[in-house]
Structures are given as C-alpha cells and as structure tokens.
C-alpha cells in the first residue's frame, strides 16, 4: 500500500490543498507528499516547528497550552493544525499536524515513540473541524518518524469521511 500516492489521489479528486504542521516529524509528512508526481496539485504549505517558540511565533499554540499539556499532547496538535489553517497566506482545506517524541524523552514525558495527530479541515461555513489521536510507534529514531508521517496520512480520509458536513 502506497500511503503517500493515496493520499495524494484523495486529496486531488476532491480538490483539495494539504498543510502540514510539524515537529517530531521534521517535514517527513509534507516530504513524503512531495515525493508523489502531481502533489502540486494539493501541497499548499509546510511548517516545521520544532521548538516551543516556533509552535507558538508561527502557528499561535497558546504557551498555556504547552504548559498545561505538555508538548507531547493532542492539545498542542490540534493548536497546530488549526494554526497551520488559521495563516494568512494559508490557502489549504485541510490541516495535518505532529508532535512527539522518538526516543528518549526528557525525565517524566511520556514512553518513547508516543506521537500526537490532529487533522483540521475547513467546512462550507469558515469553522473548523478538528480531529485528534495519540498513538505510539516502536523502533529507532527514523523508524518512528517515518511511522508517524506515513500513519499522519494514511487518516486524512478518514476523518475527511467523517465530517457531518461537507
């Protein structure tokens, strides 16, 4: 099963534009959508914001936000998507967004390969939608990134087929 050309299928058929808003996968989401001929077709942006000052300067997850949950939490990926949406210059219907971590984490943060989703999807009437899971991912570093990108797209239907309005 080919994740990356299926979402890509998805997406143009339905016209419609991808964001991706990163941290524990670096890019990989939006990497392995660019990888797929015609992904111009859906590929509007990507943030890659690995630190809690880049979560908060460039997709407005509140610094509460971070605190109260962690960095580590659907909390904080469900600001992301939602701020990767919010962009001026965003012109995507659909967000997708990461956070996590791949190996050791710092003393007390969750199990190693835990990794927070959200998927946001504009509707008809300017609200959002938003979607979110925790899952965790075993294997080196690389491994439960990539785990994570290709399972951060492989839901995108799904939740699309969720929305009650559409």
């Not at 939006?30 to 630190?51: E, H, K, M, Q």
């Not at 880049?54 to 600001?79: C, D, I, N, P």
Request: net charge negative; with cysteine.
């Amino acid at each position: 099963m080919d994740i990356p050309r299926q979402a890509v299928s998805f997406l143009s058929s339905r016209g419609l534009m991808l964001a991706t808003a990163e941290s524990c996968t670096a890019g990989y989401i939006a990497s392995l959508i660019s990888s797929v001929p015609g992904s111009g077709n859906c590929l509007d942006v990507g943030f890659v914001t690995y630190s809690p000052t880049g979560k908060a300067g460039f997709l407005g997850v509140r610094e509460e936000t971070m605190k109260q949950h962690g960095l580590t939490s659907e909390a904080v990926a469900r600001e992301m998507s939602e701020g990767a949406l919010a962009q001026e210059a965003c012109c995507a219907d659909v967000a997708v967004s990461n956070t996590g971590v791949a190996d050791s984490p710092p003393a007390g943060g969750p199990p190693p390969g835990t990794q927070c989703f959200a998927w946001s999807f504009k509707l008809r009437d300017g609200g959002i939608k938003t979607f979110s899971e925790t899952k965790r991912f075993e294997g080196e570093r690389n491994d439960v990134r990539r785990a994570a990108a290709l399972y951060a797209l492989s839901r995108i239907e799904h939740y699309f087929n969720g929305l009650s309005e559409r």
